[in-house]
């Protein structure tokens, strides 16, 4: 997939109807080019060996690419990442699930372009970087 202006165009509209890709609006073009390539990037190693129809494998770098640019998703994606379950600072607090199966080969996976990739990966999941058959 080569990352130009007419994928990014074609992101803009994928992303225009979804409420997480706010991040993605807000980006300029050049910033949206490094997260699209950095999305097909840690896609590839994430389901390496897997066969995904080109149309989902693009939606799920779309899906990607927004989360890279939401540093709020990034930081709490780090916490999981550290094995953190729960942050609390004062008298406000967050928790994390442990098993939610969003990372794979260490790319922690949005959590949308996971949905979209999980039917492609048969009865296998994800956990913890690691595939479960």
Do not use: C
């Amino acid at each position: 997939m080569t990352v130009n202006d007419a994928l990014i165009r074609e992101a803009d509209i994928y992303l225009s109807a979804s409420l997480e890709g706010n991040a993605w609006n807000h980006a300029e073009q050049h910033e949206r080019q490094k997260a699209l390539t950095s999305a097909e990037r840690q896609l590839s190693v994430a389901i390496r060996g897997i066969r995904v129809p080109d149309d989902m494998m693009k939606n799920a770098v779309f899906e990607q690419a927004s989360y890279l640019l939401d540093a709020d998703m990034q930081s709490a994606a780090r916490t999981r990442q550290k094995g953190i379950q729960s942050v609390s600072i004062g008298h406000a607090s967050e928790s994390y699930r442990d098993d939610v199966p969003t990372e794979r080969n260490g790319i922690v996976l949005s959590p949308m372009a996971y949905s979209i990739l999980q039917p492609y990966l048969g009865s296998r999941q994800i956990r913890h970087g690691r595939l479960i058959p």
